[in-house]
Structure formats: structure tokens, C-alpha cells
Nanobody, 123 residues
Framework: HVQLVESGGGSVTAGGSLKLSCAATGFRFNDRCMAWFRQAPGKEREGVAHIRPDTVSTYYADSVKGRFTISKDNAKNTLYLQMNNLKPEDTARYAC?????????????????WGQGTQVTVS
């Protein structure tokens, strides 16, 4: 049974930082692409970042590039998102996601397993 549980959200003022965590269980964490998505009220879900299982390659949306860092600890089965220099437009519910299939050369466009999300509010 796949389970993804996010934590670390909260309310901060612009320019502040937060670090999100996503604890994963129920699948082989070290052979899957993992990703962070976000969705603000009235807006479509947006892919924020993803990371290959070997951590060699990462991807960031242009809106967060240079401010956010995705990482993972395979020993702890945990995915992270370090968010610095937060802006009001970063306000959203952030969710982690896991690919259904083991890594096959590139990370997928869609993800099958999702956490409940954690709210980030920047004022």
C-alpha cells in the first residue's frame, strides 16, 4: 500500500524559507522518480520539481528555479523541497508524487501516487 505523507508547510512572510518533507512507504523509493506539485485556489495544478531516483538529474519549473531545491534521502525514504526567498505567488497546497513504474531513463509526465498535501501560505 503506497503512502506519501507531507509535512513542513506553514505561513511565512515574503522572503522567508520553508522545507517540506514527504515520507514514502509501500514501494521501492530508490527506483522511482519523485516530484512536487502545487495547486493554488482557482488555478491548475503545477509541477514544481522532480528528481530522478539516482538524484543525478533534477527539473524545476521556471517560476521556482534558483529558489527551490528538491532532494531525497533514499535511506530514509524521504523526499524534500527546500523553498527559499518565498513569494506570495508561491502560496498553494504542495503535494508530493511518486511514479508508478521504476525509472526507465526519464521521469514521467504524469504521476500515479499522491500525498494529501501541505499548505504553504506566503504573505
Amino acid at each position: 500500500h503506497v503512502q506519501l505523507v507531507e509535512s513542513g508547510g506553514g505561513s511565512v512572510t515574503a522572503g522567508g524559507s520553508l522545507k517540506l518533507s514527504c515520507a514514502a512507504t509501500g514501494f521501492r523509493f530508490n527506483d522511482r522518480c519523485m516530484a512536487w506539485f502545487r495547486q493554488a485556489p482557482g488555478k491548475e495544478r503545477e509541477g514544481v520539481a522532480h528528481i530522478r531516483p539516482d538524484t543525478v538529474s533534477t527539473y524545476y519549473a521556471d517560476s521556482v528555479k534558483g529558489r527551490f531545491t528538491i532532494s531525497k534521502d533514499n535511506a530514509k525514504n524521504t523526499l524534500y523541497l527546500q523553498m527559499n526567498n518565498l513569494k506570495p505567488e508561491d502560496t498553494a497546497r504542495y503535494a508530493c508524487a511518486a511514479a508508478k513504474q521504476p525509472f526507465g531513463g526519464s521521469c514521467p509526465l504524469t504521476y500515479n501516487y499522491w500525498g494529501q498535501g501541505t499548505q504553504v501560505t506566503v504573505s
